[in-house]
């Protein structure tokens, strides 16, 4: 069964410092993984999917990369605004199959300083 | 806009009174499922539809039923709630199947005394 950690799980760095939020998981025979954003008492809002046929993918300042023999998969943050602050969590899929679902890591709750 | 809804977005309610939670989704997607996310635990799946008419268990289906009879909503039903209940529940939905972007709804919190 795909297990999913994400260390740390809170993060504090000043305004403006790029930063890494990392995501492991036990399973590497995933389709894909996902980067979801999630603010206080809000929904997920997804960032980044990226397939497992690639290394990276990137979306303005966040860039995420993936190393699936390893098990493991980086954001990074370029250039840290107050706004950044959320928690952000890491969602590999389960398996191979059409119905696979994703698994979602416990999240890494990020606080960006002004 | 493209977007899921949830309603109620807050519910307080007593042991037992059988209720609704509705979730709907303008996207034409066909796969949708319930999330419930709790603190220490993190989100787990409740129960998940790939299409009309075909709904399947999540992790964590015991006291909950769904219904997909339309492709655009997948209401969550809890027949006779319980404290153990009381939770941050979303619902979601992806294009195809789970593997897709999935867009969740903005939550449903409720509460059983």
């Known amino acids: 069964k795909q297990e999913v950690t994400q260390i740390p799980a809170a993060l504090s760095v000043p305004e403006g410092e790029n930063l890494v939020l990392n995501c492991s998981f036990t399973?590497?025979?995933?389709?894909?993984l996902q980067w979801f954003r999630q603010d206080p008492g809000k929904g997920l809002t997804s960032l980044l999917l990226?397939?497992?046929?690639?290394r990276e993918q990137t979306s303005g300042r966040l860039n995420a990369s993936l190393d699936k023999s390893s098990g493991r998969s980086t954001l990074y943050i370029a250039a840290s605004q107050p706004g950044d602050s959320a928690t952000y969590l890491c969602a590999p899929s389960e398996g191979l199959n059409r119905d696979d679902k994703i698994i979602f890591g416990k999240g890494t709750r990020l606080h960006i300083l002004p | 806009e493209a977007q899921v809804t949830q309603n109620p977005r807050y519910l307080i309610t007593v042991t037992g009174k059988k209720l609704t939670v509705t979730c709907s989704q303008n996207m034409n997607h066909e796969y949708m499922s319930w999330y419930r996310q709790d603190p220490g635990l993190g989100l787990r799946q409740i129960y998940y539809s790939m299409n009309v008419e075909v709904t399947d268990k999540g992790d964590v289906p015991e006291g909950y039923k769904v219904s997909r009879k339309e492709k655009r909503n997948f209401p969550l039903i809890l027949e006779s709630p319980s404290p153990n209940q009381t939770s941050l529940y979303f619902c979601a939905s992806s294009i195809l199947d789970p593997r897709g972007t999935q867009y969740f709804g903005p939550g449903t919190r409720l509460l059983v005394l």
């Open positions: 990226i397939q497992s046929s690639q």
């Open positions: 399973d590497s025979a995933i389709y894909n």
